[in-house]
T-cell receptor
Framework: DAKTTQPNSMESNEEEPVHLPCNHS???????IHWYRQLPSQGPEYVIH???SNVNNRMASLAIAEDRKSSTLILHRATLRDAAVYYC????????????FGQGTELSVKP | ETGVTQSPTHLIKTRGQQVTLRCSSQ?????VSWYQQALGQGPQFIFQ???????GRGNFPPRFSGLQFPNYSSELNVNALELDDSALYLC????????????FGPGTRLTVL
């Protein structure tokens, strides 16, 4: 299973953009990049996913490097509710549906 | 549309006992996955069921077993509980098969004494 590397923790100020990095140098051509987040005392929540092109949805944007060895989750305006552990996950669709979570990045947001 | 629900919320058992955890998927979701999350760690995949058949299993011993019912609700059973089984157990359901987006429930916190 391909591995991802994320910083253990990051801090942000409320209403400022946040860029959460993820390295995945051993990514294969069939791996999708998924991001989930887990708020305190809750189950993980799907955020966004992509394969090669940058993706936007109502929660966030995903910027994928041209060589696909890294990606960045972008929260455009952090709110206190965005404080969570963010997981970057590689998902190989031809090998079943499991999600392999790493340690994630714990994001704290200061008012 | 209701979300994924799990019961019970919390549970305390003693070593050697057996436990059954339940998960009710979102309406129409035909796939359920179970994960174990130890304190301070990311969730670890236990197994997945698709249309009542096991569709993949993680590195967990056979004393972890599951069922998916015709209404797509699911159970996780753990026999011969060990102290290390203390964790948050999460289930996640998917609408369009095993590779679709997974929607997680809030989890069941199991404590083994």
């Amino acid at each position: 299973d391909a591995k991802t590397t994320q910083p253990n923790s990051m801090e942000s100020n409320e209403e400022e953009p946040v860029h959460l990095p993820c390295n995945h140098s051993t990514i294969s051509g069939t791996d999708y990049i998924h991001w989930y987040r887990q708020l305190p005392s809750q189950g993980p929540e799907y955020v966004i996913h992509g394969l090669t092109s940058n993706v936007n949805n109502r929660m966030a944007s995903l910027a994928i490097a041209e060589d696909r060895k890294s990606s960045t989750l972008i929260l455009h305006r952090a709110t206190l509710r965005d404080a969570a552990v963010y997981y970057c996950i590689l998902r190989r669709y031809n090998q079943g549906g499991k999600l392999i979570f790493g340690q994630g990045t714990e994001l704290s947001v200061k008012p | 549309e209701t979300g994924v629900t799990q019961s019970p919320t919390h549970l305390i058992k003693t070593r050697g006992q057996q436990v059954t955890l339940r998960c009710s998927s979102q309406s129409g979701h035909n796939t359920v996955s179970w994960y174990q999350q130890a304190l301070g760690q990311g969730p670890q995949f236990i197994f997945q069921y698709y249309r009542e058949e096991e569709n993949g299993r993680g590195n967990f011993p056979p004393r972890f077993s599951g069922l998916q019912f015709p209404n797509y609700s699911s159970e996780l059973n753990v026999n011969a509980l060990e102290l290390d089984d203390s964790a948050l157990y999460l289930c996640a359901s998917s609408l369009e098969g095993p590779t679709d987006t997974q929607y997680f429930g809030p989890g069941t916190r199991l404590t083994v004494l």
